[in-house]
């Protein structure tokens, strides 16, 4: 079968899982980079375990699993932690990522990854989304949808690359800084290029 890969990617609360779920709504089969890296470090995981011995048993939940706000709470704060932790994290959900795309039986698969670029998969899209969105709206959204302090939202957002870097990569881009239905009108002319590609 001949499948058509996007890539989506954007910034920390940029709208990317607004995104994603508009284009399931439309027919693709969606996989989150973010979710299959939990599963690969859960408990019990090589990957988990070399986590745990870069960074220490602090990291650890009561339970085993790790404790993901406390991760982030070292990373976010030093480039060098968040280097060594996607060292470990990068490779083993690219291939979990390949073998779901592997599975697939639509036509359209989109693979949404804060570091797609970063990781490389990017190179391996038809096509590569990017959101992006004012960051005063990004420091609002963790406020409001995660309840991080607005300091603690800040951070996050300034310990990221500045946007216009994947913005300038970017085949689509979709701005989610005005209402969810100027969102969907993106997606939705963005969404008949790919039916012309399938059908074409």
């Not at 470090?41 to 650890?60: K, S, W, Y």
């Not at 570091?115 to 989304?129: F, N, P, S, T």
Request: net charge negative.
């Amino acid at each position: 079968m001949d499948r058509y890969l996007i890539g989506l990617t954007g910034n920390i609360a940029t709208g990317k899982s607004a995104v994603t779920q508009m284009l399931a709504e439309l027919g693709a089969r969606t996989i989150d980079a973010d979710r299959v890296a939990h599963e690969v470090m859960r408990r019990g995981t090589p990957a988990c375990q070399a986590v745990v011995d870069a960074f220490g048993p602090a990291i650890l939940a009561p339970s085993g699993e790790i404790d993901r706000k406390r991760l982030g709470d070292i990373v976010f704060a030093d480039p060098d932690a968040l280097r060594r932790l996607e060292a470990i994290v990068h490779p083993a959900v690219g291939l979990a990522v390949s073998e779901a795309i592997a599975a697939a039986t639509e036509r359209v698969v989109v693979v949404e990854a804060i570091k797609l670029i970063e990781a490389g998969m990017h190179r391996a899209c038809h096509a590569l989304w990017v959101t992006t969105c004012p960051a005063e709206i990004q420091i609002a959204r963790l406020v409001s949808l995660r309840g991080l302090s607005e300091g603690e939202a800040r951070l996050r957002v300034e310990a990221q690359p500045p946007q216009a870097k994947k913005v300038a990569l970017a085949d689509v881009v979709i701005d989610t800084g005005g209402t969810l239905e100027d969102t969907r009108r993106q997606v939705l002319a963005a969404w008949k290029a790919v039916e012309n590609y399938q059908h074409g």
